[in-house]
C-alpha cells in the first residue's frame, strides 16, 4: 500500500507538471493571438472602418493583456488617445469600462446615422415637392398648348395661323421636358427614400447594440483571473482512478 501511494504521489506530480506545461503554452499562444489583434489599434485604416463593437472587444482585450504583455499596455494608450481625439470620450468619465465605452459610441454611430437618414428623408420630401410642382407646371403647358393649336386651326390671318402653331409646338415640347424633369425628381426621391430606410435600419442596429452592451465585454477580467483550473479524483469498485480536468479560458 505504501509503495501504491508513494506511485500514486509521482504519478500525480507528474500530471501536474504536464498540466502546468501545457497551461502555459496556451496562455502564451493566448497572449500572442491578443497582441496579434492589438497590434491593429497602431493603424489608422483600422479606426477608420471600426465600429463600437470592435472597438468595445479590441479595448477590453488590452485591459486584460495589459499587465502581462507591453504592447497590450501600449496598445491600451493608443485605444484611450484615439478615442478622445477621435469620438471626445474620455474613458476615465466611464470607469474605463469597455461595455460603456462601446455603448457610447453606439449611441454617438446611431445618432450621427440617424442625423444622415433625417437629411435623406428632408430631401425626399422636397424633391417629392419639386416632382409634383413641374408635373402640374407640364399640365399648365400641355393646355396651353391646346390652346394655340386651336387659334392655329382657327386663325383667318395666316401669319398668326402660322405662329400660333410654332407656338403650340414649342409647349408640347416644353411640357414633355417639364415632364421628364418632374420623373427624374420622383426617381431621386424614391432612391432617397431607400437610403434612408437603410440607414435608419443602421441606426436601430446601433441602438441595439448599445442597450445590449454585449455581456462578454462587460465582464472582461485581467488574464491572470481569466485562466482557471480544476481537478476531480474518483473511486470506484475498489480501484482507484484520479482524473483530472482543464480549462483556459480568456474574457476578450
Not at 415637392?129 to 394655340?148: C, I, P, T
Request: proline letters at 2%; aromatic letters at 4%.
Amino acid at each position: 500500500m505504501a509503495r501504491l501511494r508513494e506511485q500514486m504521489a509521482r504519478d500525480s506530480e507528474a500530471r501536474s507538471l504536464q498540466e502546468s506545461r501545457e497551461l502555459q503554452a496556451r496562455t502564451a499562444a493566448e497572449r500572442q493571438a491578443a497582441v496579434s489583434e492589438l497590434g491593429n489599434v497602431q493603424r489608422g485604416e483600422w479606426w477608420d472602418k471600426a465600429r463600437p463593437e470592435d472597438i468595445g472587444r479590441t479595448y477590453a482585450t488590452a485591459k486584460a493583456w495589459e499587465g502581462q504583455d507591453p504592447e497590450a499596455a501600449s496598445a491600451r494608450q493608443r485605444m484611450e488617445n484615439e478615442l478622445r481625439t477621435r469620438y471626445g470620450v474620455d474613458v476615465n468619465n466611464h470607469d474605463a469600462d469597455p461595455a460603456q465605452v462601446q455603448a457610447l459610441l453606439a449611441r454617438m454611430e446611431a445618432e450621427r446615422i440617424e442625423g444622415l437618414a433625417a437629411e435623406e428623408r428632408r430631401k425626399e420630401a422636397q424633391e417629392r415637392a419639386e416632382a409634383e410642382s413641374l408635373l402640374r407646371e407640364g399640365d399648365q403647358l400641355d393646355n396651353a398648348a391646346e390652346r394655340s393649336a386651336a387659334a392655329a386651326a382657327y386663325e383667318p390671318d395666316p401669319a398668326e395661323r402660322e405662329q400660333a402653331a410654332a407656338e403650340a409646338e414649342t409647349l408640347r415640347d416644353r411640357a414633355t421636358e417639364t415632364r421628364d424633369e418632374s420623373g427624374q425628381s420622383y426617381d431621386s426621391a424614391e432612391r432617397r427614400s431607400e437610403t434612408a430606410a437603410s440607414l435608419e435600419g443602421q441606426g436601430f442596429a446601433e441602438r441595439s447594440v448599445e442597450a445590449r452592451k454585449i455581456a462578454d465585454v462587460s465582464q472582461g477580467k485581467p488574464a491572470t483571473e481569466a485562466v482557471k483550473q480544476s481537478r476531480a479524483v474518483k473511486a470506484r469498485k475498489g480501484r482507484s482512478r484520479v482524473g483530472s480536468g482543464k480549462q483556459a479560458t480568456l474574457d476578450r
